[in-house]
């Protein structure tokens, strides 16, 4: 298993400015993902987090709105560039072993006015 | 597009009752997970179950994994309060990338 620290674990933020949200895996683990949970609903992938590389974002995510760093096997940034009210969200980083089995941090809530 | 269907997406039932949460596909995976998540915290991996037909119990909790490994299910026997929460299944779809069912929120009331 792994701990996952995430932070800042909610944060209010103004239409237009950026938010760099902070993962950090108490192990080296070889998969990191950025997930986001909107309001009532499941888990969407948004990007796979991949070391010393550019992430792999998923359809409907570009890097230049959620651009991603993974300098090391244990940390991850996601920066939610550019707000508007419909990146209002929980961002939640999890981490794998490649097995399929994921480890979560307790999210970060975005609100954005 | 692989997609795992999810139903009930809401259930709110009396403690004691049993209830049975299901996840569908049209895709074949090599595993399937089912999680729990509590309001203001991430999802917690409750199992994984690999081979088609698998049944695996957790305390309360048993969870199946079809025979030709398309679908799961999960059912809850004599449901507690503390059962309360968002139970999601999940699968790997190859290039160790997790999707996620749209979810199953549970209400059991005292």
């Known amino acids: 298993s792994a701990v996952i620290s995430q932070k800042p674990s909610r944060d209010i933020c103004q239409r237009g400015t950026s938010l760099t949200i902070q993962c950090q895996v108490d192990s080296q683990v070889t998969m990191m993902f950025w997930y986001r949970q909107q309001p009532g609903q499941s888990l969407t992938l948004i990007a796979t987090?991949?070391?010393?590389?550019?992430?792999?974002?998923e359809s409907g995510f570009v890097i230049d709105k959620f651009p991603i760093s993974r300098p090391n096997l244990t940390f991850s940034t996601l920066t939610v560039s550019n707000m508007s009210p419909e990146d209002s969200s929980i961002y939640l980083c999890?981490?794998?072993?490649?097995?399929?089995?994921?480890?979560f941090g307790e999210g970060s809530r975005l609100t954005v006015l | 597009t692989q997609l795992l269907e999810q139903s009930p997406q809401f259930l709110s039932i009396q403690e004691g009752e049993n209830l049975t949460v299901y996840c569908n596909s049209s895709s074949v995976f090599s595993s399937l997970q089912w999680y729990r998540q509590e309001p203001g915290e991430g999802p917690v991996l409750l199992v994984t179950?690999?081979?088609?037909?698998e049944v695996k119990k957790l305390k309360r909790l048993t969870f199946q994994f079809g025979d030709a490994r398309k679908d799961s299910s999960l059912h809850i026997t004599a449901a507690q309060p503390g059962d309360t929460g968002l139970y999601l299944c999940a699968a790997n779809t190859g290039g160790f990338k997790t999707i996620f069912g749209a979810g199953t929120r549970l209400f059991v009331k005292a």
């Open positions: 179950v690999v081979t088609g037909g």
């Open positions: 999890s981490a794998g072993t490649g097995n399929g089995e994921l480890f």
């Open positions: 987090a991949n070391q010393g590389s550019e992430a792999t974002y």
